[in-house]
């Protein structure tokens, strides 16, 4: 295609659809141009992806070469998703189900708090309501690291460090997800809320049968967001899980596959980290449609 | 909701704090009680695990830790003055570094990857969907992948630089370059984000406009940044924020990648929280608290010119 | 707009003040654990008599392959001990990771039994939340000359076997034996110091068509500074390693050191030497993919050596080095390096006394076989070495022999003791950064040198009025 094209050069001439109902406005140079941009980019971007599957497929010891192995290793196998997934230190099935409680519960904790106090900070006639927005935006700003002790002591102090709920009981609540939904709440035509308003429609109702619907995007944009928030978690876990390893997550758990002192088994690695990642890149693969219109929704009416 | 009628409930509720005998006439008691109502749950949650463990931590920062890491006893300011030596204006330094990196690469990067992709060209989903599967990585996760991609011993990266006759830097090794490499790990993980973000504007832009800024070489530029940026504006502004806070909250990179080094030149302010705090048997959370409350401020006061500033040019529609 | 932003800020300052007179009344302190230093009589087996299963949890920071091979121990040991005690095994992250753990556990949320590494040592000591093990050595008149001294050595402080070693590890030197061949050099007379290092990876970088890029490489780890200063016969620490008193500072910038920092610099500027930073991962990657010909690891390392050797683009046999010495004349020998079993105290005898019998199946000999042969780390046991199943191993391990050799070559003084002091995870980190100082950034030795040494004196200091207030 790229030298079709190159024979061609000039401008004006438009592009034969491939498909017939694709429509190009794009002429041919530019065309080309994009494309080898795209691949570059795509190069640069996609071969760490392509490093941490494939390098879980590879004999341990075949990965460390120049130039790179991950496509010229003597025989590829499952070996280190097998014992990766085998290992009993910390067993990978609990704790994908524990990944999976905090992400799905983080998320659905987003959803509810983060939609009433946007709703509240947006529609509601009632005052403060910027310094309250601003207190939201205050805690986005607060780094977790600077209150994960007082935080740890909290949880402790309230008995419920060997609790899975001590897992997500921190993150219930999020600034960000008050910003988002305030976001997309703001795009609301104001004629629309001003009329339903008037027309008698309580807030409930406006809320539950017009906002919500109409956002749904957004809803499903922070609802993808939240979950990865909450399944690439890794710190907390480490650090609240104190006397049990039923609590670890699948991100504390393949971590533990870097092992002390007799170096790292670098395959196996990979093929833990591969694990934890299916969940999040299908979610990213088939959400993604989700993502944009949740965006586009802030960006269009 | 105007900036007018705000400013004018905050006066009003100055007014009436002032002078209680004043009524207050704009709000309805069941509106406000519906908004506290909604508010409740977020401010609950945040109240107690975000506000109330920081003025924990305002109290830590007060204090020095016996060597079990309690907070036993008080050293007055002495944390405070540990922030104005040299090692922590360096900190300081590599955080401004690290997050200018991060948000102008991250998001320069994909507006660039963004704007051919809004052409509607055939494979542009594929290479969208392709382009954002970074963001499915956590931080150590893209952190222990991208080592690996710098390893002086099996670099792909360096390998393919060889190839076209360019020597490769020592990535994580060498100073300027190791702060330079982790802000890189951090921008390839948000790049997908952002792009998304960027992309899902662009969509609303008319192709026209698109088109015209794309072709026409005089002036495309110029209908480029007059015409089409500010049409993204909310979404740029969107990643702006987002990968400020990001940058700004990147440990997992700097912690797997070179846990500091090389002698501290990647040391970020989070990084050195969490140093202070939990590495090597620290416990100092004293100081990791004052350092915390540190962070805190560049937060605020990034906000305070994000919102304050930068949104007032944001346009929505 | 401004007016806004201001009452933000009003509501915020005002639930500060709200919020910082309920944290004056809440204490933010979890309670420092046990009392005494465990000077009292340990507890005889009898206590655990009629008390049913005594339920015991043991912190461990074993990751991977290693923490398999210490499940299958405890599991044996729960087995034996049906009815009397069970054991609850729990991964804890890395060493540090662990450390942080304990510290921030509350005396009822601590383990009774937990894996310290070398360097946490005078922290458990000066915690007072822990039993000495040699107050169970006195009342079961333990045998504890199965040990190998050298180790015991390390654990014993004020004369008092404080915990059980457990996972103990050496230094090597580890070499590409057929980059050596093909240097002309015999791969059976590795490099035993700095100079001959110099000399050979000279040799090797002069040899045509040679696959390997550097001579030498080794992490910049600051674990081989102590060595190197173990092997000199220089104590690190005043107080004679702090083994005769509390240390209250380092002694880095000797000639030691001086002659070590400049030598590495040498190496790295005549490309003799490769890069490298303090992340292990990638100075193992270095060795065993074949780019660099001489490298230090500790022995836990050998077992993914050889097989990385085995798979690398240019395949290679993996042989082994004592540690190198700075100066020829250098008379000390390593210090042994690894992790160790502590018994915590929490008032409860039947439980103390149900880790201690955990602590003794894990250092018993057969247990040290088991633990040796899948590990790789060195047996604590004497008796080990001479077990047929051991033995095995460790012939087919050839390499392994020169660990055992260097081990029983050392002598046990203050110097191949290490030093005892409780910031000792942040003296190795300060080391590191001096390291870094002077071979990544190219700063002066010396200035390096004093860098660390004020560094590690003023968290020494730190430390040490934490003591006392």
């Known amino acids: 295609m790229t030298t079709q094209v190159a024979e061609r050069v000039d401008p004006p001439v438009r592009r034969a659809p491939r498909r017939p109902k694709a429509v190009n406005k794009t002429s041919k140079p530019v065309g080309v141009l994009t494309y080898v941009w795209l691949v570059l980019a795509a190069i640069v971007l996609l071969f760490p992806v392509l490093l941490t599957v494939l390098g879980g497929l590879l004999p341990e010891g075949q990965l460390v070469r120049q130039p790179p192995s991950v496509f010229s290793a003597s025989h590829y196998s499952f070996d280190n998703y097998v014992s990766a997934w085998q290992q009993t230190v910390v067993p990978l099935l609990p704790a994908f189900f524990n990944s999976l409680f905090v992400g799905v519960v983080i998320m659905l904790a987003h959803l509810v708090t983060s939609s009433l106090a946007a709703y509240a900070l947006v529609f509601v006639r009632m005052p403060l309501r910027k310094p309250i927005f601003w207190l939201f935006m205050a805690t986005i700003m607060v780094p977790y690291e600077a209150i994960v002790v007082p935080n740890a002591l909290f949880i402790r102090s309230m008995g419920l460090q060997d609790n899975q709920w001590s897992l997500v009981l921190p993150f219930l609540a999020n600034g960000f997800g008050v910003f988002l939904m305030r976001q997309a709440f703001r795009q609301f035509p104001e004629e629309l809320r001003h009329a339903a308003l008037i027309d008698g429609a309580g807030h409930f109702r406006f809320l539950f049968t017009i906002v919500l619907p109409s956002v749904r995007p957004s809803l499903i944009a922070l609802s993808v967001w939240s979950f990865l928030q909450g399944w690439n978690m890794y710190f907390w876990p480490l650090i609240i899980s104190s006397s049990n390893n039923s609590m670890n997550t699948l991100q504390t758990a393949v971590f533990a596959l870097k092992a002390n002192g007799n170096g790292t088994q670098q395959a196996l690695l990979l093929a833990g980290v591969t694990i934890t990642l299916v969940p999040t890149l299908l979610l990213v693969v088939f959400g993604q449609r989700w993502l944009v219109r949740g965006f586009m929704a802030g960006a269009v009416k | 909701m105007t900036t007018n009628s705000l400013t004018a409930a905050a006066q009003a509720a100055a007014s009436a704090s002032a002078r209680p005998p004043r009524r207050r006439q704009h709000y309805s008691p069941r509106e406000i009680l519906l908004g506290v109502l909604f508010c409740v749950p977020a401010v609950a949650g945040l109240g107690t695990f975000v506000i109330f463990p920081l003025f924990q931590a305002i109290f830590l920062s007060t204090r020095g830790t016996d060597i079990n890491g309690n907070p036993s006893r008080s050293v007055g300011m002495d944390n405070f003055a540990q922030l104005f030596t040299p090692e922590f204006g360096e900190v300081l330094m590599h955080t401004l570094v690290f997050t200018l990196f991060v948000v102008v690469v991250g998001v320069v990067g994909p507006l660039a990857l963004a704007v051919p992709l809004a052409q509607r060209l055939p494979g542009m989903r594929v290479f969208r969907t392709l382009f954002t599967l970074p963001f499915a990585y956590s931080a150590s996760a893209a952190s222990v992948v991208w080592l690996l991609m710098l390893d002086p011993s099996m670099s792909p990266v360096n390998w393919a630089l060889r190839v076209i006759g360019i020597t490769a830097p020592e990535w994580t090794v060498q100073s300027p370059w190791a702060l330079i490499t982790v802000a890189w790990a951090t921008v390839w993980v948000v790049a997908g984000f952002n792009l998304l973000v960027i992309g899902a504007g662009l969509a609303g832009v008319d192709e026209d406009v698109l088109e015209a800024a794309r072709i026409d070489g005089a002036s495309g530029p110029r209908t480029f940044f007059s015409v089409v940026l500010p049409m993204i504006s909310p979404s740029l502004f969107f990643v702006i924020v987002t990968t400020t806070l990001t940058s700004l909250q990147a440990l997992g990179q700097v912690q797997v990648m070179t846990d500091g080094g090389p002698n501290g030149a990647t040391r970020t302010l989070v990084f050195s929280i969490f140093n202070n705090a939990f590495e090597n048997g620290n416990n100092e959370y004293g100081l990791a608290s004052a350092q915390g409350l540190v962070l805190l401020i560049v937060g605020i006061v990034l906000a305070v010119i994000q919102f304050g500033v930068i949104e007032r040019r944001v346009h929505y529609r | ?469």
């Open chain 3, 1 to 469: 707009m401004r007016m806004t932003v201001r009452r933000g800020f009003g509501a915020l300052a005002i639930a500060m003040a709200a919020a910082l007179t309920a944290v004056g009344c809440s204490s933010a302190a979890n309670s420092g654990g046990g009392t005494s230093g465990g000077d009292a009589a340990a507890p005889g087996p009898d206590v655990l008599n009629g008390k049913g299963q005594v339920e015991i949890t043991f912190w461990h920071a074993m990751g991977g392959t290693n923490g398999e091979a210490l499940q299958k121990l405890v599991e044996q040991f729960n087995n034996q001990n049906k009815g009397k005690i069970h054991v609850t095994v729990n991964y804890k992250g890395k060493y540090d990771d662990a450390l942080a753990a304990y510290k921030n556990a509350s005396a009822q949320q601590r383990p009774d039994l937990i894996q310290m590494y070398d360097i946490g040592t005078r922290y458990m000591i000066d915690s007072k939340s822990v039993v000495p093990v040699q107050s169970f050595v006195d009342v079961d008149k333990y045998d504890v000359s199965d040990i190998q001294p050298n180790i015991a050595g390390y654990y014993t402080v004020d004369k008092k076997l404080y915990s059980l070693p457990f996972n103990t590890s050496m230094p090597l030197m580890y070499i590409n034996r057929e980059a050596f061949q093909k240097a002309g050099l015999d791969p059976d007379k590795p490099p035993t110091t700095l100079e001959d290092i110099m000399a050979d990876a000279k040799k090797i970088k002069a040899t045509s068509g040679e696959t390997v890029k550097f001579g030498f490489g080794a992490t910049l780890y600051g674990w081989f500074v102590e060595q190197w200063n173990a092997v000199a016969d220089q104590p690190i620490c005043d107080a004679d390693n702090g083994r005769t008193g509390r240390a209250s500072k380092v002694m880095l910038n000797t000639p030691t050191n001086q002659k070590l920092f400049t030598w590495w610099q040498d190496m790295i500027k005549q490309g003799l030497a490769m890069k490298l930073d303090s992340n292990t991962d990638n100075g193992d990657n270095a060795f065993s993919s074949g780019t660099v010909a001489m490298a230090l690891e500790s022995t836990g390392s050998l077992g993914g050596f050889v097989k990385g050797a085995a798979e690398a683009a240019h395949p290679f046999t993996v042989g082994t080095g004592y540690f190198p010495k700075v100066d020829a004349a250098n008379t000390g020998g390593p210090i042994i390096g690894g992790a160790s079993l502590w018994i915590t105290n929490r008032g409860d005898q039947v439980k103390e006394r149900a880790a201690w019998e955990l602590v003794k199946f894990l250092g018993s000999k057969e247990s040290q076989v088991t633990w040796h042969t899948s590990t790789g780390y060195f047996p604590i046991s004497k008796g080990a070495l001479d077990d047929p199943a051991d033995k095995q191993w460790v012939s087919q391990k050839p390499q392994f022999a020169t660990a055992i050799k260097q081990l029983q070559g050392t002598k046990l003084d203050f110097a191949t003791q290490g030093c005892s002091v409780g910031e000792m995870p942040s003296v190795r980190k300060e080391v590191e950064n001096g390291l870094q100082a002077a071979m990544l950034q190219g700063k002066d030795v010396t200035e390096a040198l004093t860098g660390v040494e004020n560094a590690a004196n003023k968290k020494i200091a730190d430390y040490n009025a934490k003591l006392g207030g």
